[in-house]
């Protein structure tokens, strides 16, 4: 028997999901070496609310305070065999910046030959009506370094002195646990579903542990892994545990993890870069081959706004 894979091009012979490299990966820098210099008011996100990917720039930006700075679209959460969308509907618009109808007319206007699938977050220069880039893990650095001249906030989610120790926590957290919801999820054979299924739980009991005596990953202040993070876990119980099958344990049975997730949730600011109707409805509608009904379920019940108890941990 063949089974569908939600992307056949990123499905190995043996059922694994092979995740597509980002394609565009230019960078804005500060001083404008890149050819990209950084300016108020030059370049917009094009984002979904749904995406953990696309999350996690929404959250640099904002918390590096660069919301008049960095404009914003959200697409339709709904994607269909056209791709992602701009329509007006509850928490996303059409694009006020080009018109687009549809994001892929951003990537041919930036590679006309462009032929994999079209992704967000991306980050569009309005002066060379380009896509600067489509990775998630170099916008987040990015926003993070590049635009401090129109902030005011001190932030900074990847000091100097941790790079190493966050680099490798990144990649270990990716492999196992942002992808790995993925990996479970559109597994095409019942041994990738259970090796990427265990694994990902393995990961999260060693994050458990580690959270035991830390209030964030790397301690009393949050870097960019712990929103890395945060991306995955804010979806895990509404949908990578129904809908990608990922049902050994929920994050709400994990006494750190979720006083963790409160912890991070109650942030100035993130709550509501957190859209629960967009994140439901996408996975649940979109992912047709692993959901073909369409259903969106309606739980879990969850309080994110509890006490969370971290604030003892130094
Ligand atoms: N660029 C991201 C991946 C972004 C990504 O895969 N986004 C998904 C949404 S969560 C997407 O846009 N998918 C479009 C599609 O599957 O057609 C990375 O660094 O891994």
Same mark, same amino acid.
């Given at each position: ?25 230019? +960078?804005?820098?500060? /001083?404008?070496?890149?050819?990209? @210099? ?19 720039? *929404? ?17 339709? @959460? ?52 380009? *896509?600067?880039?489509?990775? $998630? ?16 906030? @001190? ?10 120790? *966050? ?5 270990? *957290? ?11 999820? &559109? ?10 299924? #265990?694994?990902? !739980?393995?990961?999260? $009991?060693?994050?458990?542990? #580690?959270?035991? +005596?830390?209030?964030?990953? !790397?301690? +009393?202040? &949050? ?20 809908? !990608? ?22 942030? $100035? ?7 629960? /109707? ?18 969106? @379920?309606?739980?879990?019940?969850? $309080? ?11």
């Amino acid at each position: 028997m063949t089974v569908q894979a939600q992307f056949p091009d990123e499905q190995s012979t043996a059922g694994e999901f092979l995740r597509q490299p980002d394609a565009f990966r230019r +960078s804005v820098t500060a /001083d404008g070496s890149s050819g990209f @210099p950084a300016a108020a008011g030059r370049y917009h996100l094009y984002v979904s609310w749904a995406c953990p990917w696309a999350h996690r720039t *929404i959250i640099v930006r904002k918390l590096k305070q660069l919301e008049h700075v960095i404009g914003l679209t959200a697409v339709d @959460p709904i994607r269909d065999e056209r791709g992602w969308a701009f329509r007006e509907g509850p928490g996303h618009s059409h694009d006020a910046v080009n018109g687009f109808q549809f994001l892929r007319e951003a990537y041919t206007a930036t590679d006309p030959n462009y032929a994999g699938r079209v992704t967000v977050p991306v980050l569009w220069d309005t002066v060379t009506k380009q *896509i600067v880039s489509n990775s $998630d893990d170099d916008l987040m650095r990015m926003l993070n370094g590049e635009f401090n001249r129109w902030t005011d906030s @001190p932030l900074d989610l990847y000091p100097e002195g941790l790079r190493k120790d *966050i680099d490798e926590l990144n990649t270990f *957290i990716y492999e196992n646990v942002n992808d790995g919801v993925y990996r479970a999820g &559109f597994a095409t054979s019942q041994a990738v579903y259970e090796r990427a299924a #265990r694994r990902l !739980f393995q990961a999260l $009991d060693q994050l458990e542990a #580690r959270l035991a +005596s830390r209030r964030y990953l !790397f301690g +009393s202040m &949050f870097v960019e892994t712990d929103w890395r993070l945060f991306v995955t876990l804010v979806r895990f119980d509404a949908v990578y545990h129904g809908h !990608f099958k990922c049902n050994v344990r929920r994050i709400v049975d994990y006494p750190n993890l979720f006083g963790y997730l409160r912890d991070l949730y109650q942030t $100035d600011g993130i709550a509501e870069t957190v859209n629960f /109707d967009h994140i439901k409805r996408h996975y649940y509608i979109t992912h047709d081959d692993i959901n073909p009904t369409g259903i969106v @379920p309606i739980g879990p019940e969850q $309080d994110l706004t509890g006490p969370h108890g971290r604030a003892r941990l130094a």
